[in-house]
């Protein structure tokens, strides 16, 4: 597959899972009540759009590299920040599934896409392209997205609904 069709197939991707996101929020809308979970599902959401927005940059013309590198890394750096937030103010106790606790890969892969954007040459260490690099990594935070908005719809802080068996 070459890559304008992996991107496009990224971003409608991406936006479908905006919306599932978003059906799946008004079945749950408790979700909402506490800004400690408003600020998760948040996080769940820029993790499915951000990547869906990199794969539109991607698209509009893949022959200028100057233009996917900068809105890569800007798109990315605004990831990076908001998850690294998130995890500082997602820090209290209670349950944390393997996503959730692992959540600054989330921020990790962003800055992997931003340092792609500035020097896209070091995928050449592996055999890849500067944008082939970053699309194996968009593939990682959706998978990853996956993973944390399987926890947050599954699971509960609430101690009384906690099965201690």
Known sequence: MDLST??????????????LWWSALDRRRELLDSPETRRLVGGVYLTFLLPGVM???AQVDP??????????????????????????ADSRPG??????????????????????????????????TGLQAAALTVVCLVVLAHGLAWELLTTTDDPRLIDDA
């Open 95 to 128: 349950v944390r599934g393997p996503f959730r606790r692992h959540r600054w890969l989330v921020g990790v892969l962003y800055l992997v896409i931003v340092v792609l954007g500035v020097a896209p040459e070091l995928a050449a260490s592996v055999g890849l």
């Open 55 to 57: 794969g539109l940059f």
């Open 63 to 88: 022959g200028k590299p100057g233009l996917w590198r900068t809105t890569f890394g800007l798109v990315a750096l605004l990831g990076a920040w908001s998850t690294f937030r998130l995890i500082r």
């Open 6 to 19: 992996f991107y496009a197939v990224v971003s409608a991707t991406c936006f479908t899972l905006v919306g």
